[in-house]
């Protein structure tokens, strides 16, 4: 039988996880957003704007999904 403890960890760990491999998709859009600011660098700077915006959504509904699941265990 899993205890309160093991399951929050389990969560925390699988957080964890998931965040590890979404971290690529945030340094490109970091790399983005450092681009030049020439003609093109404008529409990366933007597109890199949306994409750490996303990103930080993305963020906030794993706190979310883990604080809801912590809350059930």
């Known amino acids: 039988m ?3 403890a093991e399951a929050n960890e389990k969560t925390r760990r699988t957080i ?24 093109q660098g404008v529409f990366v700077r933007r ?3 949306i994409g750490m915006s996303l ?6 509904s794993l706190d979310q999904i883990a604080a809801t699941s912590r809350g059930r265990n």
Not at 16 to 32: A, S
């Open 2 to 4: 899993t205890t309160e």
């Open 16 to 39: 964890e996880e998931i965040i590890q491999q979404f971290q690529p998709i945030e340094h490109l859009f970091d790399v983005m957003g450092a681009a030049d600011s020439g003609v």
């Open 47 to 49: 597109w890199a704007e």
């Open 55 to 60: 990103a930080t959504a993305y963020r906030e």
